[in-house]
């Protein structure tokens, strides 16, 4: 019984690091010197612009860059943040985002976001987004977005 449990688990374990994401909105169960917590997305039609919101926070002992966000629910993932200017909102595309060590950095609306160019597919309330985040570093981690409801 006890060999079944140990191999059942095993089986989980694999099947969970094999997905897109290491787990749902959460960083996965390994080290990550950056962890990802409460990744979500909003709906939106194929072949539109659709968004991602990630919370980072960097355990590392070093500053670290968010250089670029792959999904393959999209044609290609940007960098983006929204700011105001002159009482103008407006959008701009960044190379990267510092994640300090020891900072948190929230992407929200109207802030910090990931643009999801050209959706392969829908997007609706329940649905899971697969997100690779890459950092300055080479390291990647993956998570989950959970799309909602606006």
């Not at 390994?30 to 991602?52: E, L, M, N, Y």
Request: aromatic share 4%.
């Amino acid at each position: 019984m006890r060999s079944l449990m140990r191999m059942v688990n095993t089986v989980f374990t694999l099947a969970l690091l094999a997905q897109p994401g290491c787990a749902v909105g959460e960083p996965s169960e390994r080290f990550q010197p950056v962890k990802v917590r409460d990744a979500w997305s909003r709906p939106a039609a194929i072949g539109t612009t659709g968004v991602a919101y990630v919370t980072l926070e960097n355990t590392d002992t070093a500053d670290v860059h968010l250089t670029r966000v792959v999904s393959t629910v999209a044609a290609r993932a940007e960098l983006h943040e929204s700011m105001e200017h002159e009482g103008m909102t407006h959008m701009e595309a960044r190379p990267d985002v510092l994640v300090a060590y020891g900072a948190t950095v929230a992407m929200r609306p109207g802030a910090l976001h990931v643009m999801l160019v050209d959706l392969k597919r829908a997007l609706a309330a329940g649905d899971t987004v697969p997100l690779s985040l890459q950092f300055s570093d080479r390291r990647a981690v993956r998570a989950l977005a959970i799309v909602r409801a606006n």
